[in-house]
């Protein structure tokens, strides 16, 4: 299971997905010979030599990225997967995780024919129908999400299922529901990271449904349960939406200076009073911005955090409408509709505003979050 994004709402910045950039080189000047700079994990071979150790070891990389919310670990789950990446004949298993790394990049088109074909040559690949149901999700495609969920089923992967299926139907607004399911299956999940896992989805229903004490609840057990940096990440959101900066730093002391953690530094520091050191973060992110476009990188993988980066901390809401634009066209999650409501509104540009909320509403999603918009349409 993958949370290509967690959400953000009212103050709060959002969780940016694995594709985020990774932190720009800096030039670190240790005060002695005995500081420790960083804290490498456990050496993995870059050259497996057979599809088994490659899954194994790409499989690694992934959960690395994912619990550390550290995007370099996707290249070098990229790196030993290199002889059989985008092999029309590579093992399904393989092609799988290769689409796991492209969809955790925002290569969501990508990820999607990857999943496809390995789904043709072996439809009881669990894991790939999971990732296709995510795929669907982030693009609003509830329907077809649901579909892939029931493929899970299909294939004996009963718990990952029915959490497939509650996921979505909480988007369409059965939270009482999906309370109930999530509730149930945590009660049965004996391994901590499969309950870490239900209650970070636990956590993100109940802020769908405006529980926000509930919510609350839910991801400090999931983070008790299992440490993960996407959990952690969602966690400050919710605790910068209700004003409690200074816990939403707590939070992230021992994340790794990923653009999602940097974001959500520098809107805390704001909010406690702290311009300067808040100031300073922002331009690293800027810097860093900058660089990607340096090196001819497209940046719409990164819409989503430059329209943060000059919403919040810039204050310049056309500039964050723009790249929200952008990002609304490559992902369409809770969190995506709302930085694309919010900017257009800011924007002055009140046609463009009512298309928006018009397209939102088409998707069926609901959210507590976003229910002022749902509720007076495109008026």
């Keep these: 299971m993958t949370h290509p994004a967690r959400l953000l709402w009212g103050i709060g910045l959002a969780l940016c997905c694995l594709g985020a950039a990774a932190a720009a080189v800096q ?64 093992p399904a298993e393989l092609a799988v995780l290769q689409a796991t790394v492209e969809q955790s990049r925002h290569e ?9 074909r390995a789904l043709q040559v072996d439809p009881a690949q669990v894991q790939g129908w999971l990732t296709l149901a995510t795929l669907e999700r982030v693009a609003a495609r509830y329907a077809e999400s649901e579909t892939a969920c029931r493929n899970v089923a299909r294939h004996g992967a009963a718990l990952h299922a029915t959490a497939c299926l509650l996921e979505s139907r909480s988007l369409q607004g059965q939270s009482d529901a ?52 996407y959990t952690a990440l969602a966690h400050a959101d919710l605790l910068l939406r209700l004003g409690r900066p200074a816990a939403a730093v707590d939070v992230l002391k021992a994340q790794p200076a990923s653009d999602a953690v940097l974001l959500r530094r520098a809107q805390a520091l704001r909010l406690m009073g702290k311009t300067v050191q808040s100031q300073a973060l922002a331009t690293e992110l800027q810097a860093r911005f900058a660089a990607l476009a340096a090196r001819g990188e497209a940046l719409d993988a990164h819409a989503r955090e430059r329209s943060l980066l000059a919403l919040w901390l810039h204050g310049q809401p056309r500039e964050a409408w723009q790249a929200a634009q952008a990002n609304l066209a490559l992902q369409k999650e809770p969190l995506d509709w709302w930085l694309a409501l919010q900017t257009s509104e800011q924007s002055g540009d009140p046609a463009a505003h009512r298309a928006v909320v018009q397209s939102f509403q088409r998707t069926g999603l609901q959210d507590a979050r976003l229910a002022r918009w749902q509720a007076r349409g495109d008026k």
């Design 27 to 90: 030039e670190l000047r240790p005060a002695s010979d005995t500081e420790v700079i960083e804290v490498l994990p456990e050496r993995v071979s870059l050259a497996p030599a057979t599809p088994q150790a490659a899954a194994t070891a790409a499989r690694r990389w992934i959960t690395l990225a994912r619990e550390t919310a550290d995007p370099r670990y996707l290249g070098r789950a990229q790196a030993v997967l290199a002889l059989w990446w985008g092999k029309p004949d590579a």
């Design 108 to 116: 969501f088109d990508a990820a999607r024919a990857t999943l496809k």
């Design 178 to 229: 999906a309370r109930s399911g999530f509730t149930a299956l945590i009660g049965q999940a004996a391994d901590p990271a499969n309950r870490a896992w239900l209650l970070s989805l636990l956590a993100e229903s109940e802020e769908r449904a405006g529980r926000d004490d509930a919510a609350d609840a839910a991801y400090r057990s999931s983070l008790a349960a299992a440490p993960d940096g």
